[in-house]
Structure formats: structure tokens, C-alpha cells
């Protein structure tokens, strides 16, 4: 079957997994109004309609003021154990509903602490310690699990502006809340301000831990080749946020594959924030045809409008090429680039191929 005809309704069916899944990026605009009328906080729109107009139109004013007054709008709404328990319950449902039968949930801890400086968050008297933060969205996720069935790990991120301190604050609780299902230490953010180097002494807490790194790398700015170069080399990353050029230099792809780091390619994200014209400028094709581990993941699906199932729809409208079976072997990376044991890696490719009616890895 060719690409052209690959149903929207097809890929939606098939059991699909999501690596780069930022909490506060998946936040539906009915929760937030939900949150906002419990908790008695003005938006600055009248419906769910008009507020995902905003979102829409924020991005238009960069990608800084995307962070500071989209991602600062949503998390001004989590700074409690109770809501952070909700809007992480609400996520697996998020995932349920798009038949995505595993995920890895990130987000950034300083960003929920009751005292976050972005967007009209209060100086809350309740202030939470990373820990605290952690754990509550370790419950909602768990509920979740148990109502949905969707099983979830979670990347505790370094959101990259903070000083070298809170980075390493956070390093320290990602470790301490491995057995709240924290699989892996993350570097997310501002990329283009804040380079990789900044958090060197953070990650370095992790290489003694069975904790793993996945860091932003190669999305935006003017260094995104040194960038990954650095999250390599000083940062040991196992897996790369975007890297949308990795396709373009032959010393990356290199790089990449001697140390089978897989990339969490973000297309409609790349898409949605204007840093890319068309999809095919990640050479999807030439990754899988070098055996990197390339995966399709959503990145901040409520937030930019659109599911993991839009993502990869529209990466087989654009990429004529990719047939049901290419989307299979991506979700097959997937599952190998995951950051779950060997065994439960195994039994997740067993599903999936399950969903592609075939048999067993
Ligand atoms: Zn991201």
C-alpha cells in the first residue's frame, strides 16, 4: 500500500507510542478553563475556542514569548499537588483517546513550584520542592494508568534558562524519584539562550545512576550542529529532542549511529513553529535508510492543535514514500529508543506488531 493511501482513520487505529510528550504542552483548553474556574485565575479568553486562538497567535511573536506567555498561561495553572495530579491524569486520557498504548511525559519541575516567574503566577504561599512536584504527577499519571490502561514513564526536564544550581537541584531530584517512574534526566526550552554546556555538571550527577538523558538538541537557534555535538559528547545523551538536521551532515549521522542515539524527530512541531518549510527537510527517509533510531513524536499536541495521529498523517501526505510499514519500523524505534528495561521494550514491539497483524518481534 503507498502512502497516498494511508487513512487518517488507519493510523489512528494503530497502536502508536509518543517519546517527547511535554506536559504542559498537553494541557486541552477545557481543562485549563476547568482549573481556572476552580482556582478563581482570569484567562485572557472567553472559551476553549477563543483560547486556543491565543496560543495560535503567540507564536506569531517568537518562539521566547511562545514560552514565556503560552507555556507561562498553562503552568500558572499547576502549581498545586492537586492540579499538577489532574492535569497528568487528564494526559493519559489525552493518550488513551489517541490509541497511544506508551509514552514518556516531560516536564519541568522549577516551572510548578508555586513561585514560578512566568505568567501571572502567584507568589503562592505553598511552596513545592521538585519532589513534591515529581510525586504528584507520578499520582495522576498512575490513576490514569489504572482507569486507562496507558502506561507512562516520565523525564523529570531541566527547563535550560535557570542557573547551573537549580539544574543541578533538579538532577538531584530526578535521581531521588526513580521510583516514582522517572526514567530519564531531560534539557528542554529555550536552546537558541541557553546552550547545553550550561547544564553540564546536572547531567554529569546521572552517569552513575541508571537514570538516562534525553536533551533538546538541533531545534532552534544559530548552533544547532554544535549543540549536538555537545549534548553528545559532555551531556552523554541517549536520546536527542528534534535534531531536525541530523539528515544534512554526514559527521552527525556518524556520530548518532556509533553511539545509537535515537532521535525523537518533533515534525509538526518543527512545522508549527515556523522553523520548517516542509517536513522533508528532516529526511525521515535517509535516517531509516541509515538504521538511526528515528521516532515520530508530538512534542506539544494540545497547546499547537493537533494529535500524534495528525503528526504522522501529515508526515505520509508530505513523504509520498512512507507506507503502512514505514510507520510500523517507526514506531518499532520507538520502542527501542524507549527508555523502558529490555523486557518490557520487547513485550511493547510485540504489541505493536500485534496492531499490524503480525506476529511477535
Ligand atoms: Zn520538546
Redesign the pocket.
Known sequence: MNAGAIKRSEIKRLPKIDL?R?LD?DVKTEILFNLARKDKVHLPAKNSRELAEYFKNIKNTGLANLFREGFGLVTSLMQTPENLAITAYEEVRNLYNDNIIYAEI?FAPQYHTGESVYYKHRNGSQKNSYEEVIKSVWRGLRQGERDFGVKTNIIVDIGREAAPEIGIAVANAAIKCMKYNVVALGL?TDEANFPPERHKQAFQLTFNTELKRSV?AGEFGNQLHKNIITSINDLKADRL??ARIVSQHEDLLKKIKENNIGIES?PE?NIFTGLIKSRQEIGIKKLLDENVLVSINS??PAMFGYTLTDTIYKLCKEETWLDIEGVRRLQINAAMSSFLKQDKKKALIKLINKGYNLDGA
Request: proline share 0%; glycine share 16%.
Open positions: 517527547h511535554h504542552g516531560q528542554a533538546h529532542g528534534h518533533c512541531s512534542d506539544d
